[in-house]
C-alpha cells in the first residue's frame, strides 16, 4: 500500500463529503470507491479511516456514515513562491474517478495528467501540491520542461486562467503528507483547494494544496489577471457536483 495513494483518495473523499456529504450519509461501499479510484482494499480501508480519525466519518454495519464537513473558512493562496525550484514527486496520467472527474467538468474515466511536488513558500515553510489538469491543457502543459512552479510551467505552455477559486481551510496532516512536508503526522495544515478556469468558462487544472501553517505566509487571491472570479456560483455547481458522487448519480 502506498502511502500517497491513502493521501490522495482521502483527499478526493474529503472533497466530496465537504460539497455535498449532509450529516446521516453514507459514502459509497469499499468495493464501489475500490472500482470508482482504482486502488487497492487497503487503501481505501486507509483513507475512509483517516477521515473517521478526522471526525468526519463513522463506520456502521452499512458502511461509513458522514457525521460532519470539513471547515473552509478562508481563501488563503498557499502556492509556492518560487524562489527555489520544486521538488518533482511524479507526473503522470490518470483516467479520473467521479469527484475528480465532476470537478474538472469532463466524464468520468477521461484522461488527465497529474502532477505532484513540494514548493517552498513564503516564510520559509513548503507546500505540498497536487494538480489535475485536464487534457487539452495537459497536452500543451507536456511540451514544457517540467522543473519550475506549477503556475509558471502554465504560464511558458500559454495556458493564461482566467479565475482562480480557492477556498481554504485546517485539515490534519496524513502520514504521507506529513513526511514529505516534515511534520507530525496528525498535525494541523492549511489546506486549500483551486480552481484554475480559462476565458471559455471550461476548467484547465485543480488543485489540492497542503502547508504548513506556521511557516507560511498565505494571502487572500480571488481571480488571475484582472478578472474577478464568481466564487458563490462556483461553489454552488461544485456543491451539486459532489452530492451526485456520494449519491451514486
Known amino acids: 500500500m502506498r502511502a500517497a495513494d491513502v493521501r490522495r483518495l482521502r483527499d478526493l473523499l474529503r472533497i466530496a463529503v465537504a460539497g455535498g456529504g449532509r450529516p446521516g450519509g453514507l459514502l459509497p461501499g469499499e468495493d464501489e470507491l475500490m472500482v470508482r479510484h482504482a486502488v487497492p482494499r487497503a487503501v481505501v480501508r486507509a483513507a475512509l479511516g483517516l ?26 493562496a498557499v502556492t509556492g513562491t518560487g524562489t527555489r525550484l520544486p521538488r518533482w514527486l511524479e507526473r503522470t496520467g490518470i483516467a479520473a474517478p467521479d469527484v475528480l472527474a465532476e470537478w474538472l ?10 502532477t505532484e511536488c513540494v514548493s517552498a513558500t513564503a516564510g520559509g515553510g513548503a507546500v505540498l501540491e497536487t494538480h489535475y489538469v485536464t487534457t487539452t491543457a495537459a497536452a500543451r502543459l507536456l511540451a514544457v520542461p517540467g522543473t519550475g512552479p506549477f503556475d509558471q510551467q502554465l504560464t511558458e505552455a500559454g495556458l493564461h486562467p482566467v479565475w482562480a477559486d480557492t477556498r481554504s481551510g485546517p485539515v490534519p496532516a496524513d502520514p504521507d503528507s506529513a513526511s514529505l512536508l516534515g511534520v507530525a ?7 486549500a483547494e483551486r480552481t484554475l478556469t480559462g476565458g471559455d468558462g471550461r476548467v484547465l487544472a485543480v488543485s489540492v494544496l497542503r502547508a504548513d501553517p506556521t511557516r507560511t ?18 461553489t454552488v455547481s461544485r456543491e451539486s457536483a459532489s452530492a451526485g458522487v456520494l449519491s451514486g448519480r
Open 51 to 76: 477521515l473517521g480519525e478526522e471526525g468526519l466519518l463513522r463506520p456502521g454495519p452499512t458502511g461509513y456514515r458522514i457525521v460532519a464537513r470539513p471547515h473552509y473558512p478562508g481563501r488563503a
Open 217 to 234: 505566509v498565505t494571502a487572500a487571491r480571488d481571480g488571475a489577471g484582472s478578472a474577478q472570479s464568481d466564487s458563490s456560483a462556483r
Open 185 to 191: 503526522a496528525g498535525a494541523p495544515l492549511l489546506g
Open 105 to 114: 467538468g469532463v466524464p468520468v474515466g477521461a484522461p488527465c495528467l497529474r
